[in-house]
């Protein structure tokens, strides 16, 4: 301590208060805090700030936030209004009780308008919080009346009140505190009904966006772009105020800028700088905009499909709980995109995604547990989703616990069970209407009604499902349930082919070789029979080969012949295997 220093140690406390903030402003902090220590030690409520203000930073001595807490307290019971605002923020964000908090320097109220869930070390205590807020809001602080507003709106309902919140943000707001008028545009939005409140919404935003609060700005922009009574529409105007809000740190913000420029909304396009504000908001831990850069990577255009960077995303979003990401992870692991096939993986994805609620990876988890995939307990878990969104009224619900029903996935297998289930989702859900039939026609689970069948066949052939069309036709060709009509048998067999139907293109390979009244078509035979083969119809690949080994559509190959009777001998066809046992071998 210098000479000067020395003498104002002897001096009064609060001649050594002055010399302190004098040395902190020029950097000398080392030198003014033990003159700082004097005068809060002498119960000087300013000093005393200024002495937990040091131990929060760790300017002149070691950071402790302890000894901030202790000494932010006592600033606070000398009615210090400054102090009584800091400490009740942070009360409000779990730090005043705590030891040791790191993440406590810097926490200030704006933090608690920030619009994203700040930092807490451990639970908020609004009772205390409200406490201090209080004795500061009616001492005539615009930040505590601001700060006193937010805990009567959020706090647990013993001490909710929103007609005093909107008073004292009305208050705030006339002192021209920034949180305030934040806060009086939030309580109009809730509080009022009349249309025209959206003009002095925007007002009071637009107030507290010119102190650069980045949710005010990033709520303006929102209200700008949708566009409102009294608040013209101009997305220019809101994509700008969303970048500022960005710049800020605002995470939305970050977010919904980066979502403009990749698709240009109300400014130029820019895919990599908006991948690249994705990402900032991502890694700040919004788990929409990892999922975002997920899919830009995962289904190419915009970007290359790159899906080892795609999973590195997803997974991140799945992380924080995004049900979305984690299905989409796991088809990632289902299919090797990325890396290797793993279904131990995939099933993990899917376990998480769908414990959280998501009906579609309840679905794709069902169907890895059919195929042998999952944990033991999976199939249970599946079965009882399905069983409560089914007594819930879904029919959704109503269709998977039939399915789960009729195969014993989760449940003992029960016929009756599984067709009560099938028959409600039957009133809407088209593959529902198909099962049904098929155990109409087969009498499982219900007694056999062919006429009944064909009706539900119908309905699901008219809602376009493939294999909907595939059993009409073959009612239609064989007069089951109703007349004979080939005719229309045909039509539904080549709408089913066009949709990929291996079945429906066998079926029309077999009618243009013969039978049922048809004119008979070598030709087209021999090109259904081709496209279903490719598709790994082992029937089709037989016959595939038995036209190229005689040569009976006018294209004699007989080495691809038996490579085609090869291919369905592998699949178990046993005309196949009696086929080759009969032919010499042939080479290519």
């Known amino acids: 301590m210098g000479v000067v220093d020395q003498f104002f140690g002897r001096v009064s406390p609060a001649a050594s208060l002055q010399r302190a903030k004098d040395l902190r402003q020029v950097g000398r902090a080392v030198e003014a ?14 000093a005393e700030f200024g ?51 790191a993440a406590a320097s810097g926490s200030q109220i704006d933090q608690l308008f920030a619009g994203d869930e700040p930092a807490t070390s451990s639970a908020p205590d609004f009772e205390s919080a409200a406490g201090w807020a209080q004795r500061a809001a009616e001492a ?12 009567l709106t959020n706090g647990p309902e013993s001490i909710r009140d929103f007609d005093k919140a909107h008073r004292y943000y009305e208050h705030s707001a006339a002192a021209g505190c920034a949180q305030g008028h934040l806060g009086l545009a939030l309580s109009l939005m809730r509080r009022e009904r009349d249309p025209r409140k959206w003009r002095r919404v925007a007002e009071e935003l637009r107030r507290a966006s010119e102190s ?34 960005a710049e800020l740190g605002q995470r939305s913000a970050q977010a919904r800028w980066g979502l403009a420029l990749i698709e240009g909304k109300g400014v130029e396009q820019d895919l990599a700088a908006g991948e690249s504000w994705l990402r900032r908001a991502a890694l700040a831990g919004d788990a929409q905009s990892a999922a975002m850069v997920g899919d830009l990577y995962a289904r190419g255009g915009a970007f290359p499909p790159n899906y080892a960077e795609a999973a590195t995303w997803y997974r991140r979003a799945a992380e924080a709980g995004h049900a979305g990401a984690a299905r989409a992870l796991a088809s990632l692991y289902l299919t090797g995109a990325s890396q290797t096939q793993d279904k131990e993986e995939a099933a993990r994805w899917l376990r998480r995604s769908a414990e959280a609620g998501d009906a579609a990876s309840q679905v794709d988890l069902a169907n890895l547990v059919v195929q042998g995939g999952g944990e033991v307990d999976d199939s249970a878990k599946v079965a009882r989703w399905f069983a409560d969104s089914a007594v819930a009224g879904d029919l959704v619900g109503a269709f998977n616990i039939g399915m789960c029903l009729a195969k014993g996935v989760g449940v003992a297998r029960d016929d009756q069970e599984a067709a009560r289930w099938l028959r409600n989702a039957a009133e809407g859900v088209p593959e529902a209407q198909y099962i049904y039939g098929r155990m109409l026609a087969e009498g499982r689970g219900v007694a056999p009604d062919l006429k009944a069948a064909r009706t539900w066949f119908a309905k699901a052939a008219e809602a376009g499902l493939a294999d909907g069309e595939v059993a009409l036709a073959e009612m239609f060709l064989n007069a089951r349930g109703g007349p004979s009509s080939p005719g229309e048998a045909v039509q539904l067999f080549e709408k089913a082919a066009a949709k990929g139907h291996s079945g429906a293109m066998f079926a029309l390979g077999a009618l243009n070789a013969g039978g049922h009244g048809l004119p008979i078509d070598r030709a087209a035979a021999q090109r259904w029979f081709r496209a279903a083969a ?17 040569g009976v559509a006018g294209d004699l190959d007989p080495a691809e012949g038996r490579k085609w009777l090869e291919r369905a001998a592998a699949q178990g066809v046993a005309e196949a295997e009696q086929d080759l046992g009969a032919a010499p071998a042939m080479h290519a």
């Open 51 to 101: 002495i937990a203000q040091c131990y929060l930073e760790g300017s002149g001595v070691p950071a402790n936030r302890s000894e901030a807490v202790r000494w932010l307290k006592s600033a606070a019971e000398h009615d210090y209004l400054d102090a009584q605002v800091l400490l009740s923020s942070f009360y409000l964000q779990g730090f005043a009780n705590e030891a040791n908090v």
């Open 212 to 245: 650069r609060l980045p949710t005010a700005t990033f709520l303006l922009a929102v209200l700008i772009e949708a566009g409102a009574p009294g608040v013209p529409a101009d997305a220019a105007a809101a994509a700008q105020l969303c970048r500022e809000a």
């Open 33 to 46: 805090f033990p003159l700082l220590a004097r005068a809060a030690k002498a119960g000087i409520a300013e």
């Open 140 to 151: 005539g602080s615009a930040p505590a009346q601001a700060l006193l507003g937010y805990i």
């Open 534 to 550: 490719e598709q790994g119809h082992g029937h089709a690949q037989m016959m595939l080969g038995r036209y190229l080994a005689s």
